[in-house]
């Protein structure tokens, strides 16, 4: 999973005609590391998507500007629009976050 850095990367990210599955969270985040340990075979599994890691603490303005209160949270963006939001609450295991992947409508 490639990192965003920068404002302007992920603006490029998430204005391409693709999927992107853009991970919110943070080096010091408990739930964040759990979910590390499991998301490698869901983005093989989901390579329909791009799947991109953001540090809430590195980019907080985007956090902000997409509601991201709580972390690790999974959003979906196409063609710059989110079309989907996992929140921290649902994301603490595999099931969580597949459950999420196959009940998209988009």
């Known amino acids: 999973m490639d990192s965003i850095t920068t404002a302007k990367q992920f603006d490029d990210i998430i204005n391409e005609p693709s999927r992107s599955v853009i991970k919110f969270q943070a080096g ?42 709580g972390i690790p949270s999974l959003l979906i963006f196409e063609n710059g629009e989110k079309k989907a939001h996992l929140h921290s609450a649902n994301a603490k295991s595999p099931e969580q976050v597949t459950s999420f992947l196959e009940g998209l409508t988009i």
């Open 28 to 69: 010091w985040c408990p739930d964040c590391r759990v979910m590390d340990m499991f998301i490698g075979p869901i983005t093989e599994e989901y390579d329909q998507y791009d799947w991109y890691d953001v540090d809430r603490d590195v980019l907080p303005e985007i956090a902000e500007k997409y509601d991201v209160m």
